[in-house]
């Protein structure tokens, strides 16, 4: 459509969602000057104009008499708006889905004679409610009934977001004044979940725009400004573990598993009651080996609940028999029930400082399938003949161990299993290993602490520890990369306060775990591979570099090269693993803790006439299943432990500590704290140059656990 204008004509033109009637004062080059009603005088386009009318006002009156006019002229509009019903427009025309010119929608609304001012009423009908028509200058066009749909529920959510945003805002100003605690009510619980979103999400959320005119209408600053809000009003701690959030992990199971998980357990209770374990029709036990005679012990941490691995040692006269006690979980939960795949969804048991997040319900972590000392329980054992390498050193046997190791087998034969080749690990030689479906009763659990404290006199303890350090030096001269860090344990105690210890993983009680584990999961990696099963094999590339030969390496150097190792890989081939110096390797464990272990566990099941065994699909989908949630469980440790090592070093400013350099970087050098084996940037001091590995004293500045913060200077 092509508008002629003329100085005088009488227009109207949309600005800030107002309709404005105006008279033209002059037309240059398709550009309009107007006096407005509201007394203003604008520049227009001609594009900018929803309607001309055929009227003029006579230029030659005064300013004054001009925008009484025009003011005149709009009020008559407005009035004739309200005889335009746009609904009944509707029903009549939408049918047909055509454009109607202005002359006929106008006819329709106002069949007497209708002038300009009863078009530009239409238009302005249609304006204040673009429900039911799109406007194209002169023609309109009606809206299907899906569209009018859409617009009315998109109408409906913008006032909820309005009401939101208005209420919300009032309501959190009053929460932001409060000094003491805010109880929420039933009504806040949406504003809640918005604000939650906003913080845990950011722009992600899909509530960010929302919560962020939320806090603006409350004249609060977005960021950080959320959390202690929120903690306020009582929905998180002021520790709360908000990678919890952010990642969605489960803290309790659903009703339905806990149900099932009753009802397997209460059915097992009922058979131990009627007569224990032994009171299970044959077939239960069926192919398995009593080991029961075995002096078996589980050595784990002081807070362990969930005990999955024991260890035996007996002296067979020339040589050793070794046992590696793994409990059989598979026994109790089937594949594809709903107690696994809650499992599967959770892929490992979380455990930090404030908080313990089991894989599977406690009746059977930390019940059916625990090795609890004095209970009879199913278990897959790795029983491993060792040669006498060596007369250990005369031990005295500890008093308090003295009921619990004393006890030996006679029979080195056992009936079930294959038997597999010597193996020279240099000193050690392991002349065979097979691995059994067995019955076990641990007789004794022991602590890391335990084990340190008489490892120097216990005989039983003694060999199993020369057993581990015979196997390390095994993997080191096959290029294991060896890396030796204290661990930070960071605990609370009766008063609540944070303390700290140094955990030395190369104590005699660790490193004899962490050893005979690792042999553990190699001679099933190799049982498994000897079987042709699929499985979840684990490898690793070579290092980027070797900084050391060994386990030679200084603090700095152990630091640095565990930056360089290669990623591990997951695949159902065995391949050579080079941190840990092995042809093969798998993780089968920690089955109550790792789907991973417990999936593997179950192929040797299979292997071993328990159970059908994983197709290579099931183990393709288990590996892509387990990617992301092992990638949340690693983050949300390490970051907790970050966290409440942060919140201890805020008790500690202005402290000195002991660092060592690591390297530069562009305005910094990055150095590791020694105390608590956390890196901290440090500002290039003027006239100081540092190498790395330089020993210096820092200086801890501030620190913001929930900021993740940590500013140090030269001390």
């Avoid at 722009?203 to 004249?219: F, H, Q, R, T």
């Avoid at 605990?491 to 660790?510: F, K």
């Avoid at 690792?518 to 979840?536: C, E, V, Y």
């Avoid at 050391?548 to 591990?568: A, D, V």
């Amino acid at each position: 459509m092509i508008l002629i204008m003329k100085p005088g004509n009488i227009i109207e033109y949309i600005d800030r969602q107002k309709i404005i009637c105006a008279v033209v004062m002059e037309v240059k080059n398709k550009r309009l000057r107007l006096l407005t009603e509201n007394d203003r005088e604008v520049k227009l386009s001609l594009s900018r104009i929803s309607h001309k009318s055929s009227t003029y006002i006579d230029l030659s009156l005064s300013r004054y008499n001009l925008v009484e006019s025009l003011k005149k002229t709009s009020n008559k509009r407005k009035d004739l708006v309200g005889s335009v019903n746009i609904r009944e427009l509707w029903d009549v025309l939408h049918a047909e889905q055509e454009w109607v010119d202005m002359a006929t929608m106008t006819c329709l609304c106002f069949p007497d004679n209708p002038d300009g001012d009863h078009e530009a009423a239409v238009v302005r009908a249609i304006f204040n409610d673009r429900l039911y028509f799109k406007f194209d200058h002169n023609r309109f066009f009606p809206n299907s009934e899906k569209r009018v749909e859409q617009i009315a529920a998109h109408r409906r959510e913008e006032a909820r977001r309005n009401r939101i945003i208005e209420e919300g805002g009032a309501w959190l100003k009053l929460v932001n004044r409060d000094k003491g605690y805010f109880s929420p009510d039933s009504l806040s619980l949406e504003y809640i979940e918005i604000l939650k979103s906003f913080y845990l999400f950011e722009k992600e959320s899909p509530y960010y725009a929302l919560g962020k005119a939320i806090l603006e209408k409350a004249g609060i600053r977005a960021g950080e400004a959320v959390f202690p809000l929120l903690v306020k009003l009582g929905v998180w701690d002021k520790n709360e573990n908000i990678e919890l959030h952010r990642y969605k992990i489960p803290i309790s199971f659903p009703a339905e598993v806990m149900k099932k998980a009753a009802e397997l357990a209460g059915s097992e209770l009922a058979r131990r009651e009627s007569g224990g374990v032994r009171a299970c029709p044959p077939s239960v036990w069926r192919g398995r080996v009593d080991l029961t005679m075995l002096p078996v012990i589980t050595i784990d941490g002081q807070s362990t609940t969930d005990f999955d691995d024991a260890l035996s040692i007996e002296e067979m006269g020339d040589h050793y028999r070794l046992g590696i006690h793994i409990s059989d979980v598979g026994h109790y939960i089937k594949k594809r029930n709903i107690i696994d795949e809650e499992a599967l969804v959770r892929g490992s048991s979380i455990y930090t400082l404030d908080r313990k997040i089991p894989m599977l319900p406690a009746c059977f972590a930390e019940d059916l399938c625990s090795l609890k000392a004095g209970e009879l329980r199913p278990a897959i054992s790795v029983m491993v003949k060792l040669s006498r390498f060596f007369e250990p050193q005369k031990r005295a046997h500890s008093p308090q161990l003295a009921a619990g190791l004393a006890s030996e087998s006679e029979n080195s034969k056992l009936p079930y299993g294959r038997r597999f080749p010597a193996t020279c690990c240099g000193e050690l030689q392991i002349i065979d290993f097979e691995i059994i479906p067995s019955l076990i009763r641990v007789k004794q659990q022991l602590t890391y602490y335990d084990v340190n404290m008489i490892a120097e006199d216990n005989r039983k303890i003694g060999i199993l520890y020369d057993i581990a350090k015979k196997f390390r030096e095994f993997r080191l001269g096959r290029g294991a990369v060896q890396i030796t860090l204290p661990e930070i344990n960071i605990r609370t105690n009766e008063a609540g306060e944070l303390t700290i210890s140094r955990i030395q993983r190369e104590s005699p009680g660790r490193m004899l775990v962490a050893e005979i584990m690792i042999m553990a999961n190699w001679l099933m990696a190799r049982f498994l591979a000897k079987h042709d099963a699929p499985a979840i094999f684990r490898s690793q590339p070579e290092p980027r570099a070797r900084l050391y030969k060994g386990n030679e390496g200084t603090l700095f150097q152990n630091w640095m090269q565990r930056k360089l190792l290669s990623r591990y890989v997951l695949s159902m081939e065995p391949e050579h693993h080079s941190g840990l110096g092995l042809e093969a390797y798998v993780t089968a464990t920690s089955p109550i803790r790792k789907y991973y272990d417990f999936a593997t566990q179950r192929q040797i099941r299979a292997i071993l006439g328990l159970e059908e065994p994983y197709s290579i699909e099931d183990i393709q989908r288990i590996i892509q299943l387990l990617e992301q949630p092992m990638n949340c469980v690693l983050k949300i440790q390490n970051s907790r432990h970050r966290y409440w090592l942060l919140k201890y070093l805020e008790t500690r400013i202005n402290q000195k500590e002991e660092a060592v350099v690591l390297f530069k970087r562009k305005d910094s050098y990055l150095a590791l704290m020694k105390e608590y084996m956390i890196e901290c940037e440090l500002p290039v001091s003027s006239g100081i140059d540092l190498k790395p590995e330089d020993l210096i004293q820092v200086r801890i500045q501030h620190v913001n656990a929930r900021k993740d913060v940590l500013s140090v200077y030269m001390g």
